[in-house]
Every structure is written in C-alpha cells, then in structure tokens.
C-alpha cells in the first residue's frame, strides 16, 4: 500500500513539471524571467521559490521595440493588474512600456505596443498542458499552462517587480 501511495505521488509531481505546489500562504515578492533559457523564477524574501518552463513571443530573441513585433519586452517592470476574464487562462498585466520604452518608439515612429501579460493558455485550450511551451506562440507575452497562471495568480501580488532578462 505504501509502494502505491509513493507512485501516485510521484505520477502526480511528473504531471507538474516534477515540482509539489507551492504552500498556500506562499507570496513572491521578485518575479525573474529569463528568456533564453525559457524559465520563470518566483522569489521571496532573495531565494527561489518555484521556478515554471515557459512560452515566449514568436518574434524570437531580442528587444521589444514596437507594436506587433512578437518580442517580450526586457527590463524591470511590475505587476500592474490582473485580468480574470482575459482571452487567456488568467493574466497577469506587467507595466510595459516604461516611459523611456515609449519615448524611443515615438523616436523611431512606431508605435510601442502595450498588453504584456504572464497569463495561461488560450480559454478553450486548456487541455493542451504542459505541451503549449514546446514552441513560442505568444504575441510578446509570457505563457505557462492553467494550472501554473492559477499558483503564479495566487502567490504574485500587484506591484511585484517583474525583472525580464534576455
């Protein structure tokens, strides 16, 4: 019985990504995505708590720089919001573009683009899972599947710093 019990437990965990859900009174209070190794790390008080595999834009390395490019922005933002009823499972609004981001833009004459979410998969797409990180499909977002958004969405308060790193 005990042989079972520890099976289940560890079918469970692969079906996670092999990591247990965080506590419920967990709270992250630094948010550090890096992109070129597709990762998600969830801080509190300086030590990682859970870090998620995630998707990224379709417009591939590099700088946001304006509307439509597919690129996740880079630099240091904050949690500015939360969507509930987002087109996604979840959203969880950062505060691009800073200021500078949209002085440059109107420098180059394009405009700078806005919306940028951690949120889950497309409603309706829930079944896809962990599969949906198997290739970047966002529009300069960055997706974990419905099951992870609903943890980040729990433990990530408004006006927590969210660093972007290339």
């Known amino acids: 019985m005990v042989f079972l019990g520890a099976t289940v437990i560890v079918f469970v965990l692969l079906l996670q990504g092999g990591q247990a859900p965080l506590p419920a009174d967990a709270r992250s209070d630094y948010v550090l995505v890096e992109k070129a190794s597709h990762t998600m790390t969830l ?3 300086g030590q990682p708590i859970k870090t998620y ?5 379709r417009g591939g390395p590099g700088q946001k720089l304006q509307a439509g490019d597919n690129k996740v922005p880079e630099g240091i ?6 969507n509930p009823k987002s087109a996604f499972h979840r959203a969880l609004r950062m505060s691009y573009p ?3 981001q949209e002085i440059q833009a109107r420098q180059r004459g394009v405009p700078v683009g806005g919306d940028i979410m951690i949120h889950g998969i497309r409603n ?3 079944w896809i899972g962990s599969m949906q990180r198997r290739v970047d499909w966002t529009k300069g977002c960055i997706a974990v599947d419905d099951e992870e958004i609903e943890e980040i969405w729990r433990v990530v308060p408004d006006g927590t710093p969210v660093e972007i790193r290339p």
């Open 77 to 82: 933002y904050t949690i500015a919001g939360r």
């Open 53 to 57: 595999r995630v998707a990224l834009g």
């Open 43 to 45: 801080f509190e008080q």
């Open 98 to 100: 800073l200021p500078e």
């Open 124 to 126: 309706g797409f829930g």
